[in-house]
């Protein structure tokens, strides 16, 4: 065979290291971002941050769903042009700084001995302490030693309260329980259930039942013997609750020989009832946003500017650049490759931000009237339409959307939520999925509750606003609002 050469031309999209970083930082949400930040300029000398950005925070907002936060505790800070707004945003000043209690928490107000040291001393730093937290296996344990029972029952009694999950349930049968023990202590089922009324005896009542019914069955039976309607409720809870759950009120008439006002009476005593008594010792976090952009109405107008405390401010050590630029030679390689990543970051970190500026402009741009109505008024919306205004790919303007929040005057929601499917009308033009939700939101907020709005009445009410949805579309969306059907929302 004979050895010959070919030239051949041929073109390939190669990803750069710093397209690679773009593409990553793109993606990554505002907190994500300012962790990655963080790592970089602890392994990149050649990076600092800029004069004063240390000494602002992030913008925080507690975040109460999945694509947007309450409107209630929203804190921003101003935007970069420093206009006056017609509609200001709540919580734009720090109100605890106005507060006269603030120096009780450690404001500026307070003095060095209302944290119990001296003035002035420099021996003395305060250091945060932590909350104590009791869970509800100390509250338990706490109860039992107050008992005076041997140490084997003790020795069960706390395997017991180890089996319970965070609502307060005993979840795992008592046989498997009786496995988990070793051989040589012959634990005998009978003491395992002796062990679980000691339990069940603890506060707070309800703690250890099985099921929803026997916790509620021993709440119950800590009431006072005249509490009205006691043996009614003991009577629906004991194998009739599936009946209060659907709302079967003819049945449990019919059960409990009595009348509306009867049912009414059992019903309102058994939700007095707390179902899961354990709950109030779990420890709960509250998640938290930064948004990445605030929209507010300026002489009339609707601008999106970006949450400068949100961005973080970074520059090139001048020290360290400065000895590179004298020094050419071999041995700073190392230096100077750094010297390359960090201006790659500042640059692909600034382009995030333009980028993330420019896609929610154009949001804003085609809906307005959200702003200005509210959910209602959203307009169908898909990534194309935004690709093709901006001139770039559906897959950046996805990257963009998502995780990425914007601040407005109805609450804080992820780029994200802006776009939706549509539905026709029968004008021949399109209303938006959310919108559509909006209004069956609507529709049975104002219902009569003792004869609820089925979704085929819902269907026909939104065909008389030109809307044209099926009875499955109504279906889909009610239980996307986590509305419960007609038979659920029925009351006497």
Known sequence: MKQTLQLKLSQHLTLTPQLQQSIRLLQLSTIELNAEVERML???PLLERAEGDEERAPVEVPLAGPGRAGEDGAAVSRSSDGADDDQPIRGSRDESRDDPDYADYGGNGGSDADWGGASGSDDDEFLPQQVASNTLRDHLLGQLALLNLPLRDRQIVTALIDALDDDGYLATPLEEIVELFPEELAIEPDELSIALKYVQSFEPAGVGGRDCAECLMLQLKTLPPDTPRLADAMKVVDGNLALLANRDFTKLKRLLHTDDA????????????????GAAFSRTEANYVVPDVIVRKVKGQWVATLNEAAMPKLRLNRI???ILTRNRDSSNQQLAAQLQEAKWLIRNVQQRFDTILRVARAIVERQRRFFEHGEVAMRPMVLREIADM??????TISRVTTQKFMLTPRGTFEL?????????TDTGGAASATAIRALIKQLIAAENARSPLTDSRIAELLGEQGILVARRTIAKYREALQIPPVNMRKVL
């Open 42 to 44: 602890q392994e990149n």
């Open 390 to 395: 901006l001139s770039l790919h559906e897959s």
């Open 320 to 322: 360290y650049a400065d």
């Open 416 to 424: 994200k939520y802006f776009f939706g499917s549509h539905v026709a």
């Open 262 to 277: 009867g049912v009414r009476e059992v019903r309102d005593l058994i939700r007095s009832l707390n179902p899961k008594p």
